[in-house]
Every structure is written in C-alpha cells, then in structure tokens.
C-alpha cells in the first residue's frame, strides 16, 4: 500500500495548471492506485494528482464510503443553487472556512483505463468534485473565499 505524502500550500505543484492525460497506461495506473490508496483515510474526502506532486489531471475520492477516481474531469454542470459550508484542505492544514460551491455538480472525464465517466453528486460530493478540479487548476479553496472568510483565513495561515 503507497500513502503518498501531501504536498502543502507554497510548493509551486499547487498553483500550476496540470496537464491532461494522454496516455492510458502502467504508469497512470499506479497513480491512480497510490491516489485512491492515499485517500482511503480517515478524514480525507478527495486527493488530487499535484496534492501528491504530480502535474496530471487527476484524482481520487472518498464521500460516503464510495471511493473512486476520475481522469481529465471537466465540470459540465454546476446548480444555481449553493452551499456554504466549512472547507478545509489537505494541502492547507488546519485552515477551515466557509466556502461557497454550488450544492449540486456534474463532472465528465476518464477511468484508468480510458473509458468514459460521468459523476454527479450533491452536497459533499459536489464540493469534493469542484474543490478536487479545483486543484487541477492550480487553484486552493483560500482562492473562493472572500470578505471576512478570506481575511479569516489568511490571518490563521499566517499566525500558524
């Protein structure tokens, strides 16, 4: 079993724009399996690829007890309606904040071995699907937050 160690917010891997899988093949199967191994852990929702510093579009999730992984994902769909529950990172330990997303999301991409996948989900899967591609843009949560949660936030990062 690889638990890969997550990279934390300041290494450049989080903040660049991860490129798109091109080839299906042994070496993107064992990411996806150190993906999926690595968040199959307590307390962890969703792991993307530069999280464990790796430049791919991919990622892995845990929500409710499905675990499971996504190749390339684009959103497609986003509700008008939102959630704005606390969201933490990974990447960003110990900061919580509440963050904006819409409540209801649908992404299309690839499994491991190419074939076309389509997740959708509400409430917490929603927030894993767009705060894992998120990551797959180079973007943190702090990025989402405004106002107070912004300022918030950004004086607990600084005085940690």
């Not at 903040?15 to 093949?25: G, I, K, L």
């Amino acid at each position: 079993m690889t638990i890969r160690p997550i990279r934390e917010l300041g290494d450049p891997v989080l903040r660049t724009p991860s490129d798109e899988v091109t080839a299906f093949d042994g070496w993107l199967a064992a990411l996806v399996r150190d993906l999926v191994e690595t968040v199959d852990h307590p307390g962890r929702a969703g792991v993307a690829a530069p999280q464990i510093g790796v430049n791919v579009r991919a990622f892995s999730y845990n929500i409710d007890g499905r675990i499971g992984h996504m190749v390339n994902p684009v959103i497609v769909e986003r509700s008008e309606e939102t959630q704005d529950g606390d969201e933490g990172c990974l990447s960003v330990p110990g900061i919580w904040a509440p963050t904006v997303r819409a409540m209801h999301c649908v992404a299309e991409g690839f499994d491991v071995d190419g074939t076309p996948l389509r997740l959708e989900g509400e409430g917490l899967m929603a927030r894993c699907l767009q705060h894992e591609v998120d990551h797959l843009d180079g973007k943190v949560f702090l990025d989402r937050l405004t106002g107070d949660a912004r300022k918030g936030a950004l004086r607990a990062l600084r005085d940690r």
